[in-house]
């Protein structure tokens, strides 16, 4: 299994990067975890999109779904594609929230709305408490704690686990969904001294060590970062907490999850 890292700004893409969006590699599939603003342009680096398998939105935060409105325009219009529909899970509410989306960018370009995306897409909304089959992979789901409906994934392979943890403040529970996975994908928003009313939906470097640390996590992404003068320390407080490896997400790093299991 490896996961290559397309985005990890947060809510507005940093100089050089894209928000969030993560790809997926084992075994010939390709699942693409989230589809946020600017992401598109370094997922096209890595594979086609015929490669793609499907994707899957861990909630309807712009930051996380606006490329799937420059995908829709390339599987529609890109010449030498082999397949036009792409299968799109996304979490409760977010047929409705696509049809909102489609009545406003598809206006004065295209004759009609309703179809705007079921064109190209194939949408379901999945069931957060039924673990979902994609290809090769069994997902599973947890709420997070955000100030809209935001779901975390835990992704089981053939050989190792991922948890990407999505946008959350601390709760416990998480802990146990991420239980000795192999990579903890987990975000680094606030500063350490950030008051508490924005804490209710992110987390900082230093609890983000620390929930990897409780979950047992082989290694740690650190993500959904804002481009600050403090960037370069959000590695070192995680692992005042985490003493396994740390890496910070940038466009491009490509984690091997099976070989670093196995060192």
């Keep these: 299994m490896r996961l290559v890292v397309l985005g990890g700004s947060a809510a507005c893409p940093n100089p050089g990067q894209g928000c969030s969006g993560y790809l997926l590699l084992e075994d010939n599939a390709a699942l ?3 589809c946020g603003p600017g992401t598109l342009p370094e997922l096209l680096q890595h594979v086609s999109m015929d490669a793609l398998d499907a994707v899957i939105i861990t909630h309807l935060h ?21 397949r036009r529909r792409l299968s799109v899970w996304l979490p ?3 047929r409705r929230y696509l049809d909102e989306l489609a009545r406003v960018v598809s206006l004065g370009s295209e004759p009609r709305s309703d179809d705007f995306f079921t064109e190209t897409f194939e949408i379901q909304e999945y069931d957060p408490e039924r673990p979902l089959q994609v290809r090769l992979w069994r997902i599973f789901f ?12 835990r992704i089981e392979g053939l ?10 403040g601390w709760d416990n529970s998480l802990i146990q969904f991420a239980q000795d996975v192999d990579l903890l994908i987990v975000e680094a928003t606030l500063p350490p001294d950030t008051e508490n009313g924005a804490r209710e939906g992110h987390l900082d470097a ?3 060590g620390r929930l990897a640390a409780l979950a ?3 290694q740690v992404l650190l993500t959904h970062y804002w481009a600050t003068p403090d960037v370069p320390t959000k590695v070192v407080r995680a ?4 003493g396994g490896h740390v890496d910070l997400a940038r466009p491009g790093l490509t984690i091997d999850v099976d070989e670093r299991r196995d060192q």
């Design 32 to 34: 693409l975890l989230d």
């Design 62 to 82: 712009q930051d996380h779904v606006l490329d799937l409105v420059p995908l829709r325009y390339g599987l529609k219009y890109a010449p030498g594609l082999k």
């Design 92 to 94: 409760p509410g977010g």
């Design 142 to 153: 947890h709420p997070t704690r955000h100030w809209v409906p935001c779901w975390a994934f």
């Design 159 to 168: 050989q190792s686990s991922i948890a990407y943890l999505a946008d959350t």
């Design 206 to 208: 230093e609890e983000a």
């Design 216 to 218: 047992g996590a082989r």
């Design 239 to 242: 692992t005042r907490h985490f």
